[in-house]
C-alpha cells in the first residue's frame, strides 16, 4: 500500500522517515532545529526535512497517504495544536502546526507526543513486539515515558507518563520543572549538567567541559558524557551513578504500579550508553520491585533514533485505506 512520512520534532534537530505499509523504513532525513527563530519556521523546516526523507525513499512528499508527528510540548491531537514547547522560542501558546504542515505538505496530518508515539513504535515494530504491556523510558536532555497496556496506547486524560517527574526523593533536588525531588532532577541531562557546572566551578577536577569545548559543543551532550567516563573521570562517574540510581528507583515504583512486562530504555542518552547500561540500570531498579520473582524484561530500545519519526509515520493519517 501507500507510503506514510513520519517526523520526530526534537528541541535540536528534526528528524523524518518514509515508511512502507508495515512500518519499515525506505528513506529518512535529517535537520536542525531553527529554535531561535519560531513555530511558523520550525513547520517550514520540518516539511522541507519531509520532503527530503521523502526523494530519499524515491517518492515526492505530496503522494504520501498522510505525515505523523510526534512533537513535544503539551500536543491536542483533535486540533493539531501544539502549545509550550519550552526549547524553542515563541512557542508558548497554541500554534496549529497540523494545519500549516498539512498545507506546506499538501498531505493529511497527524499530530501526537513525541515519547508516547516512540513508545509505540517500539511496542509495535522494535524492542517490545512480544509484550502487551510496555514502559518506554527515554532518558535525554529530561526524562519522558509512555506507557502500553493490553496493546493500547495509555495517555491518561492527556498528561500520563510523565515518569520524569515521578517523585525519587521528598523534598530532593530542583527538578527542572520547578518542583523537588523528581527522577528528572538526578537523571536529566540538563539537571546533570547544572550539577556539573556547579561542582566544577567549586573547583572539583574534571574533564567533562574540556571534552565539551574539544568536540565543540556548547553543552555536555551524551558523546561528552561517554568520553568523559571512557577517561575515568570521577564527577561524571559520580553523577552518572546519581543517575542510575534515579532511573532504578523511578523505574522500579512505576513497575510497581502497573507491573508491565517489558521496560524499553531509549532516548539519547540511553541510547549512547547502551546495553552495559541498561543492566545497570536493571540492578537498580531490582531493588525496588515488590514483586521480585517475576520482574519485567529491560530492554534497549531497538529502534534507535528513528524510533520517534518511526512512531510518528504509524499514527500518519492514511484517509481510511
Ligand atoms: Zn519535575
Known sequence: MSMRGGI?????????????????????ARGPTPHARGPQEVAAAMAAVMREAASAAGADAGSLAG???????????????????????????????GETLASEIGVPVAIANDVQVATEAEATLGAGTDYSS???????????????????????RGAAGEIGHVVVRR?????????????????????????????????????????????????????????????????????????VKALGAGVGSAVNLLDVEAVVIGGGLGLRFGEPMVDR?????????????????????????????????????????
Open 8 to 28: 520526530d520534532l526534537g528541541g535540536t534537530k528534526i528528524q523524518a522517515v518514509v515508511v512502507d505499509a508495515e512500518g519499515k523504513p525506505l528513506g529518512d
Open 67 to 97: 505525515v505523523g508527528v510526534g512533537s513535544p510540548g503539551e500536543v491536542d491531537s483533535e486540533s493539531g495544536t501544539v502549545s509550550n514547547v519550552v526549547n524553542i522560542l515563541d512557542w508558548s501558546g497554541p500554534f496549529p502546526l
Open 134 to 156: 510496555l514502559l518506554g523510558v527515554f532518558w535525554g536532555t529530561g526524562v519522558g515515558g509512555g506507557i502500553v497496556l493490553d496493546g493500547k496506547p495509555w495517555v491518561g
Open 171 to 243: 523534598g530532593g533536588a530542583r527538578c527542572p520543572c520547578g518542583r523537588r525531588g523528581c527522577m528528572e532532577a538526578y537523571a536529566g541531562r540538563a539537571a546533570m549538567e547544572a550539577r556539573a557546572r556547579r561542582r566544577a566551578g567549586q573547583g572539583e577536577r574534571t574533564v567533562l567541559f574540556e571534552i565539551m569545548e574539544e568536540r565543540g559543543r556548547d553543552r555536555l551532550a551524551s558523546g561528552v558524557w561517554a568520553r568523559a567516563l571512557a577517561h575515568g573521570d570521577t564527577l561524571a562517574q559520580d553523577l552518572i551513578e546519581r543517575a
Open 281 to 321: 540500570i536493571r540492578a537498580a531498579m531490582m531493588r525496588h520491585v515488590f514483586s521480585d520473582e517475576r520482574p519485567p524484561v529491560v530492554r534497549l530500545a531497538a529502534l534507535g533514533d528513528l524510533g520517534g519519526a518511526i512512531g510518528g509515520a504509524l499514527r500518519a493519517p492514511t484517509g481510511g485505506g
